[in-house]
């Protein structure tokens, strides 16, 4: 069935430094969603991308779909404790009302 | 956060005996779904359903069940818990394809 690889899977970095997570596939993706989970919380929306090679922005995240749409990264200018938690991808394969979340990527920031 | 409860947030409880986890939302949302949240494997899908009577199996249904006979309500059933169950499991539902969650229950099967 459809995967989706994530990595890092944890990324430890100072606060003020750039973070960079990656979400891979093997095949075509239609859509791709990212997801924040703040510690001892739940999973919370962030953006979905559709269009090969989108990039959208909100505030110090930027959200990149690749050209072929087979992968997609978040990358958070001078990160903040605030941005703590756990970073899933998760995509929506084609004609299924269900979505496969990646493995996600643990971000810690030291003050 | 779409109006969705989870009930209880928190249980232990022995191998063998039978548990059942509720989803409750009141958004009147057609697709609910239920995750497990284990270290290493993001949130994998137990069940979902489609519609009130209509559900469909996830990629880790084995050892669990599932009804809905109200658009709000979501049972998630362990007809005989075993620890390997021992888990966080989350409902969701869905709007225009992003997914709301709910807030969580912790199981432990001892």
């Known amino acids: 069935g459809q995967q989706v690889m994530q990595i890092p899977q944890y990324q430890h970095v100072q606060e003020g430094e750039d973070f960079t997570t990656y979400c891979n596939s093997s095949?075509?993706?239609?859509?791709i969603q990212w997801y924040k989970q703040r510690p001892g919380g739940h999973p919370v929306f962030l953006i979905q991308l559709v269009k090969s090679g989108e990039v959208k922005k909100q505030k110090r995240l930027t959200f990149q779909f690749g050209e072929a749409k087979k992968n997609s990264s978040l990358h958070i200018t001078a990160t903040q404790t605030t941005d703590v938690g756990t970073y899933f991808c998760a995509v929506i394969p084609s004609n299924t009302g269900k979505l496969i979340f990646g493995q996600g990527t643990t971000l810690q920031v030291k003050p | 956060d779409a109006g969705i409860t989870q009930s209880p947030r928190h249980k232990v409880t022995e191998t063998g005996t039978p548990v059942t986890l509720r989803c409750h939302q009141t958004e009147n949302h057609r697709y609910m779904y239920w995750y497990r949240q284990d270290p290493g494997h993001g949130l994998r899908l137990i069940h979902y359903?489609?519609?009130?009577?209509?559900?469909d199996k996830g990629e880790v249904s084995d050892g669990y069940s599932v009804s809905r006979s109200k658009t709000e309500d979501f049972l998630l059933t362990l007809e005989s818990a075993t620890s390997s169950q021992t888990s966080v499991y989350f409902c969701?539902?869905?709007?225009?394809?992003?997914?709301?969650f709910g807030p969580g229950t912790r199981l432990t099967v001892l």
């Open positions: 095949t075509t993706l239609s859509n």
């Open positions: 969701a539902t869905v709007q225009r394809d992003e997914q709301f």
């Open positions: 359903s489609y519609g009130v009577k209509d559900t």
